[in-house]
């Protein structure tokens, strides 16, 4: 019987032993001999809860033991014993979450073995990749080193902790594949505070080579939709999308304006939504951002396509 995606085919069980291979050189700063549950253990059980709806983890896989006598964290991920929530926060905060980045590159080169990246290619042939951060902790007392920190009016400061979290995604698509995230965190010998396009430009650094043979088309809000992430892109061999809007790129619209009668802009509408009968506007900016290039006019505040 063929398999669904031929010889290259990923099961669970190849996740779980890679991820299983790379929990097992987890940080252990215990200290004595009390050491009951296995990093391993801890990891397993925090990756196995993507797979349970359960608002308490440790919770459902007590009630699967009591009345089936067997829990998924066992016979799906090989977990012996399952710590508590607060054990496995303790157990696993002192690894660094750098770590974990080759998983993420074994899952996208195992999908593209399989034939499965091919099939996200959308935007002229290219794989759409999102960046975004998102703030995972906030907190007006507790904080550490690591934290970010904002200053209000009041005197009060806010601490947090924030990551930019790349995926590829298809339009239409429900699935999205996640790619290895970067932390936004004060860099070493960093005067001002790190934020998320510095981290963006470091994940370019860092994965420019992580596609192969894929084109990739970055895309962006409008944080990104200025002259130095375009040309980060560009030199990293990369296309992108930025939102791009009025209100903050003034000077971007009069040279867009003034370009406009020409035939140096080229203009797609696209139909948004089923029969709706709404249009969208995506206007190819690149030829903007060249012309301007090309001229050494660096007036603009901002620069997309």
């Known amino acids: 019987m063929a398999t669904p995606f031929g010889s290259s085919v990923l099961t669970l069980d190849d996740i779980s032993t890679r991820f299983r291979h790379t929990f097992e050189g987890f940080v252990d700063a215990r200290k004595g001999k009390n050491k009951h549950y296995s990093l391993t253990d801890a990891a397993l059980s925090a990756f196995s809860v ?90 007006k007392e507790i904080h550490c080193e690591h934290c970010s920190t904002r200053q209000h009016a009041n005197g009060q400061i806010t601490y947090s902790h924030t990551v930019l979290t790349p995926v590829v995604l298809k339009p239409s698509c429900k699935e999205v594949i996640p790619l290895a995230p970067e932390f936004i965190l004060p860099q070493d010998g960093a005067v001002k505070q790190d934020c998320e396009l510095n981290a963006g430009k470091r994940w370019l650094h860092r994965y420019q080579k992580e596609f192969g043979r894929h084109k990739v088309t970055l895309l962006g809000d409008d944080l990104y939709s200025h002259e130095p992430c375009c040309r980060d892109a560009l030199a990293h061999g990369f296309d992108f999308i930025y939102v791009c809007k009025k209100s903050s790129h003034t000077t971007l619209y009069e040279w867009l304006d003034y370009l406009q009668g020409g035939d140096g802009i080229r203009t797609v509408h696209v139909l948004a939504g089923r029969g709706s009968g709404t249009k969208q506007t995506l206007t190819d900016m690149r030829s903007l951002y060249l012309y301007v290039m090309e001229r050494r006019h660096f007036m603009c505040n901002g620069l997309s396509w």
């Open 50 to 139: 993507f797979f349970t709806q359960s608002p308490s983890f440790l919770d459902f896989q007590r009630t699967l033991e009591l009345t089936h006598g067997n829990n998924n964290a066992r016979t799906l991920f090989g977990v012996h014993e399952i710590p508590s929530d607060n054990q496995i926060r303790n157990l696993l905060d002192n690894t660094p979450p750098q770590h974990l980045d080759p998983l993420y590159s074994f899952i996208f080169n195992a999908l593209d073995n399989a034939s499965i990246i091919d099939t996200f290619h959308s935007f002229n042939d290219s794989l759409l990749v999102a960046l975004d951060g998102v703030e995972y902790f906030s907190s």
